[in-house]
T-cell receptor, first 115, second 110 residues
């Protein structure tokens, strides 16, 4: 079955440690996205990529980094510079890059808790 | 004013009821509109896209009112399985951004 796989589902880390969240898709989609969801806030875009070896900052990119070396993979690193890293992180993909066209498919999410 | 606003609810309705949610948006250049459904602690999933005046899919009807800048979602004959948070999403071509509402929580009770 086609879909998006995120790992790990749950992650606990100490303050000051970098963390990498994995996102893999087998939908052959060009565009991939990372969102963050916090209680009382809508989904906020961290980074997105419309093509391999290219990515763009979203609205809240500070303290995060990404790479897009393969079409299928778009890992997110939460660095120690991120002030409030505890959140629910969602990876998504879309067949076409145009945000106004087509469905966003999401992974099951990674819940990061920084102690 | 927030770019996309939704009544957070919760809406508590009995099975079989009809319930409607509204979502208002501030950018008059908004072009595309979506309703996503999100179950508790799960990922959002697309429920309906609204590209013109409205869209219907079974028990679900979405309508767009451009003059008043809102979209609505109507659920008829509510089922227990409809209990979820419904997220309104708006796309404005002029800034090429998807804006997500905070969601409206629905609880359908037996």
């Amino acid at each position: 079955d086609g879909g998006i796989t995120q790992s790990p589902k749950y992650l606990f880390r100490k303050e000051g440690q970098n963390v990498t969240l994995s996102c893999e898709q087998n939908l052959n989609h060009d565009a991939m996205y990372w969102y963050r969801q916090d209680p009382g806030q809508g989904l906020r875009l961290i980074y997105y990529s419309q093509i391999v070896n290219d990515f763009q900052k979203g609205d809240i990119a500070e303290g995060y980094s990404v790479s897009r070396e393969k079409k299928e993979s778009f890992p997110l690193t939460v660095t120690s510079a991120q002030k409030n890293p505890t959140a629910f992180y969602l990876c998504a993909s879309r067949r076409v890059p145009d945000p106004g066209a087509g469905e966003l498919f999401f992974g099951e999410g990674s819940r990061l808790t920084v102690l | 004013r927030k770019e996309v606003e939704q009544d957070p609810g919760p809406f508590n309705v009995p099975e079989g009821a009809t319930v409607a949610f509204n979502c208002t948006y501030s950018n008059s250049a908004s072009q595309s509109f979506f309703w996503y459904r999100q179950d508790c602690r799960k990922e959002p999933k697309l429920l309906m896209s609204v590209y013109s005046s409205g869209n219907e899919d079974g028990r679900f009807t979405a309508q767009l009112n451009r003059a008043s800048q809102y979209i609505s979602l109507l659920i008829r004959d509510s089922k227990l399985s409809d209990s979820a948070t419904y997220l309104c999403v708006v796309y404005a071509g002029n800034n090429r951004k998807l804006i997500w509402g905070l969601g409206t929580s629905l609880a359908v009770n037996p």
